[in-house]
């Protein structure tokens, strides 16, 4: 199927492309997940993964979607009934809530506009107003609007409450500076399909040691996303379960490329393309639901200009030009599409998204400016 489609542009926030180095080890044979091949794989690709959260803390790497390391943040550090702020400013904030609530937590909402980035003052307020809660959930970077929070601020002020800190960095870890130990993050995590140029299955999660302390107390129900589990067997060079291989052979691969190319130089590339991306996609009249501070240099948010059919649009790019574009999510579906540029990205792929638009969009009835 890929080979039917080689030159599609996908420009969805994740799954992202991965490079031909990371696409060839998927097809290598299997190994015993017990034996000493795998034992050096997961000790390389734990080191590396400690230089890219910037943590002296555990790190373990779990066989899940993103979305179960958002819940085993939740299930390994909370107990049924424990007050949690909730902080939101778009879909992925809603669902941290949800699963939170999901375990029993009672959370205490601290929404934001979808496509404004968070106050830290506000969640200041929130934390003076409310003594009895004990832990703040946020997303980093807001995957469904285009905005990246302030984490190291908000990180300050969740340290100053002395709370515990929960942070999904799925849509930023690898492609935005995030700084787990010195930000006050006690548990992040993050996903292998979107800023790690990796296939979907791995999770990978950072555990600091003031989650440490909560997870000896926590009393939420969890067997598979254990985190005494996954250190008692990372002690052994292993995982609990058996775990992805091909998608730690691709890992592996991944981490490699980003420590070659520096992790300051992934960092700049993202600056560089997505500034490319806001500044082409304002050349062309349309307008970014978050900009200036908020904007997110992994995903841009482009608000549907008035008259034109989004879902059209999305289709035409993808059927006549191979460049498949996201939509928006929740309240901004039809409002919004969005545009990733994270992980295996470059200007050039970008320029073709800019090119095909300057087409597409007169013949839905938008006039773009010349050049
Ligand atoms: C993609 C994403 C998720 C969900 O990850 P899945 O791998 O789909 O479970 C959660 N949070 C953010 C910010 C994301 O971008």
């Known amino acids: 199927m890929t080979e039917a489609r080689p030159r599609q542009n996908l420009r969805i926030p994740g799954p992202t492309p991965c490079p031909p180095e990371v696409l060839e080890v998927m097809s290598w044979q299997m190994i015993n997940h017990r034996g000493k091949e795998f034992a050096e794989l997961i000790r390389r690709i734990t080191g590396r993964l400690k230089m890219v959260f910037q943590t002296k803390g555990d790190v373990f790497v779990l066989t899940c979607s993103g979305t179960g390391s958002v819940e085993s943040a939740v299930v390994n550090t909370l107990s049924p009934g424990d007050r949690v702020l909730a902080i939101s400013n778009g879909f992925f904030g809603d669902r941290f809530t949800e699963v939170a609530k999901a375990y029993g937590a009672e959370v205490v909402p601290l929404p934001f506009p979808w496509g404004k980035g968070v106050d830290p003052e506000a969640v200041r307020n929130a934390l003076r107003r409310d003594p009895g809660i004990i832990a703040v959930t946020m997303v980093h970077n807001e995957t469904s609007t285009g905005v990246?929070?302030?984490?190291?601020?908000?990180?300050?002020?969740?340290?100053?409450?002395?709370?515990?800190?929960?942070?999904?960095?799925?849509?930023?870890?690898?492609?935005?500076?995030?700084?787990?130990?010195?930000?006050?993050?006690?548990?992040?995590v993050t996903g292998s399909q979107k800023g790690f140029m990796v296939p979907p299955g791995l999770a990978m999660v950072c555990v600091n040691p003031k989650a440490w302390q909560a997870h000896a107390k926590a009393k939420m129900p969890r067997y598979y996303f254990d985190y005494t589990r996954a250190k008692n067997f990372l002690e052994a060079s292993q995982t609990p379960w058996t775990p992805s291989v091909s998608v730690f052979y691709a890992l592996d691969r991944a981490l490699a490329l980003l420590e070659e190319e520096g992790l300051a130089n992934v960092f700049a590339r993202h600056v560089r393309v997505a500034e490319l991306t806001r500044r082409e996609i304002k050349a062309l009249g349309l307008s970014l639901l978050a900009d200036g501070k908020d904007a997110s240099n992994t995903v841009t948010a482009v608000n549907v200009p008035p008259g034109v059919d989004g879902g059209k649009l999305l289709q035409i790019l993808r059927d006549e030009y191979q460049i498949v574009l996201a939509g928006g999510q929740g309240i901004q579906t039809g409002k919004i599409f969005r545009i990733g540029h994270l992980g295996y990205v470059d200007e050039v792929e970008i320029r073709e998204v800019i090119s095909s638009l300057r087409v597409v969009l007169p013949r839905l009835g938008f006039p773009v400016p010349a050049r």
């Open 148 to 188: 990246t929070n302030n984490l190291a601020a908000v990180g300050r002020v969740v340290k100053e409450f002395d709370k515990l800190f929960l942070v999904d960095a799925i849509s930023s870890l690898g492609c935005i500076d995030v700084r787990t130990d010195d930000w006050g993050c006690d548990v992040l």
